[in-house]
C-alpha cells in the first residue's frame, strides 16, 4: 500500500528551526509533485511548499518565502521542509500529500492532491 510518513515536529521556540521528512513507500517521490500542507488549530488547511517532479521546481506561500526550503532526496526517497525563523503563527498540523499525477506541476491548493500522510504537528512558543 502505499504511504506518505512525515516526521520531525515538535516544540520549538520563537526563532528556532525544524525539518519536517516526508518519507514514501511503494511509489518514487520524484515521480510526482509533493506538497507540504499545513492546518492550523481552528483554521483551515493552506499550502505551504511545493516541488514537482524532474527538475524540482518548486513554490512557496508567501508567508514561506525566505524562512522554509523544501527539497527532496532521491535516494531516500524523502521531500525535506527546512523551516527556520519560526513563528508562533507556524504552529499547525503539517502534511505532505501528492497527486500521484506524473505530467502535472505542483501547486499550492491543497484540493489538488489525494494521498496525503498523518501529519506531524508543530508548536512554536516559548
Known amino acids: 500500500q502505499m504511504q506518505l510518513v512525515e516526521s520531525g515536529g515538535g516544540l520549538v521556540q520563537p526563532g528556532g528551526s525544524l525539518r519536517l521528512s516526508c518519507a514514501a513507500s511503494?511509489?518514487?517521490?520524484?515521480?510526482?509533485?509533493i506538497v507540504w500542507i499545513r492546518q492550523a488549530p481552528g483554521k483551515g488547511r493552506e499550502g505551504v511548499s511545493c516541488?514537482?517532479?524532474?527538475?524540482?521546481?518548486?513554490h512557496y506561500a508567501d508567508f514561506a518565502k525566505g524562512r522554509f526550503t523544501i527539497s527532496r532526496d532521491n535516494a531516500k526517497n524523502t521531500v525535506y521542509l527546512q523551516m527556520n525563523s519560526l513563528k508562533p503563527e507556524d504552529t499547525a498540523v503539517y502534511y505532505c500529500?501528492?497527486?500521484?499525477?506524473?505530467?502535472?506541476?505542483?501547486?499550492?491548493?491543497?484540493?489538488?492532491?489525494?494521498?496525503w500522510g498523518q501529519g506531524t504537528e508543530v508548536t512554536v512558543s516559548s
Open positions: 511503494r511509489f518514487r517521490l520524484d515521480y510526482y509533485s
Open positions: 500529500a501528492t497527486d500521484l499525477q506524473p505530467f502535472r506541476l505542483c501547486n499550492l491548493s491543497p484540493d489538488e492532491y489525494d494521498y
Open positions: 516541488i514537482s517532479r524532474g527538475d524540482g521546481g518548486t
